[in-house]
């Protein structure tokens, strides 16, 4: 099974947004000396509020597809996401917004983007034996 971490340092959650897949697990990390809280806003996965003291780990597995709003009700500011995927090909954007998603065999596909204010956008793309390039522009509202 994919762990993976999000600590709270600093008052901000770190990494913002994670992925896993169906079944994976988030270890929650606390490496402040303040008292944090983590509560879920989910729609198909357990919601949960739990209290976290600097040290302590809770591990929290999410079972099916979605993207989790993570808050700390203690902070109102600090807010994170986790990403719930269902298949296998996924990524995070680098700081230029660019993505890389290895070994996707060929095929047609529905790609979707998805920001914290913008929503989810989505793009058909085929990939073939060369690399397949998409270039997406999302635009804030006015």
Known sequence: PVKVEMD???????????IVPAGGTVEFLNSDRLLHNL????????TFNRTQPRGRVIPVTFSK???VQMNCDLHSWMRAWVVVADHPFYALSNDAGEFVLPNVPSGKYVL???QETLGTT???VTVGADDARVTVELKAPR
């Open 8 to 18: 709270q340092k600093g008052c901000v959650f770190v990494p913002r947004v994670v």
């Open 39 to 46: 509560h879920s806003a989910s729609n198909e996965n357990a």
């Open 65 to 67: 597809p979605e993207i």
């Open 112 to 114: 979707q983007i998805w």
């Open 122 to 124: 989505s793009r058909e």
